[in-house]
């Protein structure tokens, strides 16, 4: 699979490695995959890929949410990856933070608690189709099955309106 090398939201210069010399695992390759990752998860609620040349059309703010995400998760992932050789039993503990980071920021976008000004949402339903705020709901019966299974399978001890099946204690 070949490594993305367009609309990157993120840089090599941009990872969060510190001083570390990280360019053995080559860093472009856990950019391209970070890229690729936001927009699998992103593209959910979103048209992906985003345009973050300067002329597309998402806000500053939604190109930094996005840039911040991807040094997270490609950060984060070349760190494991560099010391995967020395873990036994557990991963980096920082690369690790820095994944979990970039997923629960994901998930905020996805369920919409962050939103991307400027970035245009998918339509979940088929060309042509268009949701209709009105609910309908049709009961056969004139009593519900619940109501009923409590009117006739349990009654009251006689205080606070707590109700208990027959038999599960003494009367």
């Given at each position: 699979?070949?490594?993305?090398?367009?609309?990157?939201?993120?840089?090599?210069?941009?990872?969060?490695?510190?001083?570390?010399?990280?360019?053995?695992?080559?860093?472009a390759l856990?950019?391209?995959?970070?890229?690729?990752?936001?927009?699998?998860?992103?593209?959910?609620?979103?048209?992906?890929?985003?345009?973050?040349?300067?002329?597309?059309?998402?806000?500053?703010?939604?190109?930094?949410?996005?840039?911040?995400?991807?040094?997270?998760?490609?950060?984060?992932?070349?760190?494991?990856?560099?010391?995967?050789?020395?873990?036994?039993?557990?991963?980096?503990?920082?690369?690790?933070?820095?994944?979990?980071?970039?997923?629960?920021?994901l998930?905020?976008?996805?369920?919409?608690?962050?939103?991307?000004?400027?970035?245009?949402?998918?339509?979940?339903?088929?060309?042509?189709?268009?949701?209709?705020?009105?609910?309908?709901?049709?009961?056969?019966?004139?009593?519900?099955?619940?109501?009923?299974?409590?009117?006739?399978?349990?009654?009251?001890?006689g205080?606070?309106g707590?109700?208990?099946?027959?038999?599960?204690f003494?009367?």
């Amino acid at each position: 699979m070949a490594v993305r090398t367009l609309n990157l939201y993120s840089d090599t210069t941009d990872l969060l490695t510190g001083s570390l010399n990280l360019t053995k695992l080559n860093p472009a390759l856990f950019v391209g995959n970070a890229s690729d990752y936001v927009d699998s998860r992103v593209g959910m609620r979103y048209v992906t890929p985003f345009d973050i040349s300067g002329s597309g059309p998402l806000n500053n703010s939604s190109k930094l949410i996005l840039k911040q995400i991807a040094n997270a998760y490609a950060s984060g992932t070349l760190l494991m990856a560099a010391f995967s050789p020395i873990e036994d039993k557990q991963l980096n503990a920082y690369g690790q933070k820095l994944v979990d980071y970039a997923e629960v920021q994901l998930i905020k976008i996805i369920t919409g608690e962050i939103l991307l000004p400027g970035a245009p949402m998918i339509n979940p339903y088929p060309p042509g189709f268009v949701p209709s705020a009105a609910v309908g709901i049709f009961n056969v019966d004139a009593t519900s099955y619940v109501e009923d299974f409590y009117t006739k399978n349990q009654k009251s001890c006689g205080f606070g309106g707590v109700v208990y099946p027959h038999g599960l204690f003494p009367e």
